[in-house]
């Protein structure tokens, strides 16, 4: 139901707009996935500042990636205009570089410091040996910095100073964070800094989707919320605009045996009774799986050869069976190692597939020596894709022939190096230093193309606050997911996040969602029995529907394979 003259919260329902136009102090959301967390965020913000006129540049947003980040920008000056500029939206190691940079000379930094590269950390490391201060004081002696320095060194400098720390909670009144379950250690300390105990924080999340605790985060923070921060106020958003009834009634089975949430529920927006069911396929093999994809896909898109791009869709969703396309789909699995028969059976059929892992710019081979070499070669003029066209040339050619340089790439690492490099420089302008630091602190190199005509593959860390009309979640076998080394015992932590991990994957579907396992796979040198995932024992078996089962193939031959 809409009330009249809410403005700018009239896209909201009723409980997003609770959430959204609460007064200030401390303030948790606690939302389950596709219940419009980004949404209700960005129209707080706007909210606070259109209506309530708080100051943009009082208002400072945090989010995890930087993906994220530059979402929420772009929603908030759809919102706001050029008034979203005011606001200091970014990651956390974004906001640490800049209280940091703030504040080096406090931090023991001088003039010209920077941030380390692989290399260079590597070599500090190689000298300070087993002594884990001697890394940190060589480092410094250097006048660099790492990864962690940028939150552990504002936290120090805060920590020393109370009179900084009120300049800071001067300067951002208003703090909003994304992904609060998310949240490690040193991050939480840097919060508890910026935010007074009563202040005007508000942390939005989902316990259930905690993902990252062999990072450091600990879901703990989210969970202590209101003991942590006086008088906190708590809005749920339960009513999810995502997912089919079926689809999320499986979800919300899968995720009960370890819901971090109390009551966890979620209601369907969505209540179409054609709903298709869940399909479930149990696979002879990793082959076999991957030809399952193949012949699902195009019997969704209507036969590969002729199909159509753009009818029957509304609001970029399928409206009408066979109005499939290619970017409507994901395909979902644990580890990278998974892609590789899928992307071979799909490419042999002639679909496009583009891949997203969650590897950061710096760990790709080329770029930690493009990016060293841009630095010697500041003098160079010209713009900096075009510096950056240059440095590749004459990298490319001196690795052409052999030389004495260690650190030797292929002409084509070069190459390749420059083009996830160039599309950067060209977005940021003329600032190498700021191109240095986004490869320094984690831009990541593969940042799916929305547009993109092709099937999406993800890993299921990477699939984190996405959605897509049609989703394969593969590889569901005990094992794999819940991910564990042959014959390791069972942890129940680790259990309870791949479980976590599952319900991520299941809830990114919209319209039509496949979980498939194979009895057989190739893991660690061997072929093995896999046993379907014991997660899909909690979801109901009405749920599913059962895709053709195919006679379990003979094992192929090994040596064949070998040859
Ligand atoms: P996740 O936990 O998976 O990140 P989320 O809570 O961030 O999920 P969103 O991605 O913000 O969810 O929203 C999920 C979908 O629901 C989006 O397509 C969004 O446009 C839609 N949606 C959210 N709120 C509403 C609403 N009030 N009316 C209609 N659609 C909505
Ligand atoms: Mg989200």
Redesign the pocket.
């Given at each position: 139901m809409e009330e009249v003259g809410t403005g700018l919260l009239d896209?909201?329902?009723a409980m997003?707009r609770v959430a959204a136009s609460a007064p200030g102090g401390p303030l948790l959301i606690v939302?389950g996935?596709?219940?419009?967390?980004?949404?209700t965020l960005t129209h707080r913000i706007a909210y606070l500042c259109a209506e309530l006129g708080i100051f943009p540049e009082r208002c400072l947003a945090i989010t995890f990636t930087r993906r994220a980040a530059e979402e929420l920008r772009v929603r908030l000056s759809g919102l706001l205009g050029d008034a979203a500029e005011d606001i200091t939206v970014g990651t956390f190691h974004a906001v640490g570089l800049t209280i940091l940079a703030e504040n080096a000379k406090a931090a023991g930094l001088s003039p010209g410091w920077r941030i380390a590269d692989d290399a260079e950390r590597d070599a500090v490391r190689e000298q300070a040996g087993d002594d884990a201060t001697a890394y940190g004081k060589l480092l410094r002696q250097r006048n660099l910095v790492d990864l962690d320095d940028l939150l552990t060194l504002p936290v120090a400098v805060l920590r020393e100073d109370p009179a900084l720390v009120q300049q800071y909670r001067d300067r951002w009144r208003w703090i909003f964070v994304d992904e609060y379950q998310d949240v490690d250690e040193v991050q939480y300390e840097l919060l508890r800094l910026l935010s007074p105990a009563d202040g005007n924080l508000c942390a939005i999340g989902?316990p259930d989707?905690a993902i990252y605790s062999f990072r450091g985060a600990d879901v703990g923070y989210f969970l202590r919320f209101s003991q942590d921060f006086t008088d906190a106020r708590l809005v749920r958003l339960t009513r999810n605009?995502?997912s089919s009834a079926p689809i999320l009634a499986a979800a919300v089975q899968a995720i009960a045996p370890s819901s971090l949430v109390r009551g966890r529920r979620l209601d369907p927006a969505r209540l179409d009774p054609e709903a298709p069911l869940v399909g479930r396929y149990r696979a002879g093999s990793a082959a076999d799986e991957a030809d399952f994809v193949v012949r699902t896909v195009d019997e969704l898109v209507g036969g590969l050869s002729h199909r159509s791009l753009d009818s029957g869709r509304v609001d970029g969703r399928a409206v009408v069976p066979g109005a499939v396309s290619f970017s409507d789909i994901a395909v979902l699995y644990r580890t990278d190692a998974q892609s590789g028969p899928i992307v071979a059976a799909l490419s042999r059929a002639g679909v496009p597939v583009q891949k997203r892992s969650h590897n950061r710019l710096r760990d790709h081979a080329g770029v930690q020596v493009l990016a060293r070499e841009l630095r010697h070669a500041d003098g160079l003029g010209g713009s900096l894709a075009a510096r950056v066209k240059l440095t590749a040339q004459v990298l490319a050619q001196r690795y052409a022939a052999p030389t004495l340089d260690a650190e030797q790439l292929a002409p084509e690492d070069i190459w390749a190096a420059a083009d996830l490099l160039t599309p950067l420089a060209q977005r940021i302008g003329d600032d190498l230093p700021r191109l240095l630091q986004e490869i320094a602190t984690g831009a990541e190199v593969d940042a799916l193309d929305p547009r993109a005509e092709a099937v999406n593959l993800l890993t299921l860390h990477a699939a984190k606050?996405l959605?897509f009309p049609v989703v394969f979640l593969v590889g569901c076998e005990d094992g794999l997911l819940p991910l564990r080394w042959p014959g390791a015992a069972a942890d129940a932590e680790q259990t309870a996040e791949e479980r976590r991990l599952f319900f991520v994957g299941l809830?990114r579907a919209q319209d039509r969602l496949y979980v498939t396992h194979a009895a057989r796979r190739f893991r660690h040198g061997s072929e093995r029995e896999q046993a379907p995932t014991p997660f899909l024992d909690a979801i109901d078996a009405g749920l599913f529907e059962r895709m053709g089962d195919t006679v379990p193939s003979r094992p192929r031959d090994r040596q064949l394979r070998l040859l």
């Amino acid at each position: 139901m809409e009330e009249v003259g809410t403005g700018l919260l009239d896209r909201l329902d009723a409980m997003q707009r609770v959430a959204a136009s609460a007064p200030g102090g401390p303030l948790l959301i606690v939302a389950g996935p596709g219940t419009g967390k980004t949404r209700t965020l960005t129209h707080r913000i706007a909210y606070l500042c259109a209506e309530l006129g708080i100051f943009p540049e009082r208002c400072l947003a945090i989010t995890f990636t930087r993906r994220a980040a530059e979402e929420l920008r772009v929603r908030l000056s759809g919102l706001l205009g050029d008034a979203a500029e005011d606001i200091t939206v970014g990651t956390f190691h974004a906001v640490g570089l800049t209280i940091l940079a703030e504040n080096a000379k406090a931090a023991g930094l001088s003039p010209g410091w920077r941030i380390a590269d692989d290399a260079e950390r590597d070599a500090v490391r190689e000298q300070a040996g087993d002594d884990a201060t001697a890394y940190g004081k060589l480092l410094r002696q250097r006048n660099l910095v790492d990864l962690d320095d940028l939150l552990t060194l504002p936290v120090a400098v805060l920590r020393e100073d109370p009179a900084l720390v009120q300049q800071y909670r001067d300067r951002w009144r208003w703090i909003f964070v994304d992904e609060y379950q998310d949240v490690d250690e040193v991050q939480y300390e840097l919060l508890r800094l910026l935010s007074p105990a009563d202040g005007n924080l508000c942390a939005i999340g989902d316990p259930d989707q905690a993902i990252y605790s062999f990072r450091g985060a600990d879901v703990g923070y989210f969970l202590r919320f209101s003991q942590d921060f006086t008088d906190a106020r708590l809005v749920r958003l339960t009513r999810n605009y995502r997912s089919s009834a079926p689809i999320l009634a499986a979800a919300v089975q899968a995720i009960a045996p370890s819901s971090l949430v109390r009551g966890r529920r979620l209601d369907p927006a969505r209540l179409d009774p054609e709903a298709p069911l869940v399909g479930r396929y149990r696979a002879g093999s990793a082959a076999d799986e991957a030809d399952f994809v193949v012949r699902t896909v195009d019997e969704l898109v209507g036969g590969l050869s002729h199909r159509s791009l753009d009818s029957g869709r509304v609001d970029g969703r399928a409206v009408v069976p066979g109005a499939v396309s290619f970017s409507d789909i994901a395909v979902l699995y644990r580890t990278d190692a998974q892609s590789g028969p899928i992307v071979a059976a799909l490419s042999r059929a002639g679909v496009p597939v583009q891949k997203r892992s969650h590897n950061r710019l710096r760990d790709h081979a080329g770029v930690q020596v493009l990016a060293r070499e841009l630095r010697h070669a500041d003098g160079l003029g010209g713009s900096l894709a075009a510096r950056v066209k240059l440095t590749a040339q004459v990298l490319a050619q001196r690795y052409a022939a052999p030389t004495l340089d260690a650190e030797q790439l292929a002409p084509e690492d070069i190459w390749a190096a420059a083009d996830l490099l160039t599309p950067l420089a060209q977005r940021i302008g003329d600032d190498l230093p700021r191109l240095l630091q986004e490869i320094a602190t984690g831009a990541e190199v593969d940042a799916l193309d929305p547009r993109a005509e092709a099937v999406n593959l993800l890993t299921l860390h990477a699939a984190k606050g996405l959605e897509f009309p049609v989703v394969f979640l593969v590889g569901c076998e005990d094992g794999l997911l819940p991910l564990r080394w042959p014959g390791a015992a069972a942890d129940a932590e680790q259990t309870a996040e791949e479980r976590r991990l599952f319900f991520v994957g299941l809830t990114r579907a919209q319209d039509r969602l496949y979980v498939t396992h194979a009895a057989r796979r190739f893991r660690h040198g061997s072929e093995r029995e896999q046993a379907p995932t014991p997660f899909l024992d909690a979801i109901d078996a009405g749920l599913f529907e059962r895709m053709g089962d195919t006679v379990p193939s003979r094992p192929r031959d090994r040596q064949l394979r070998l040859l």
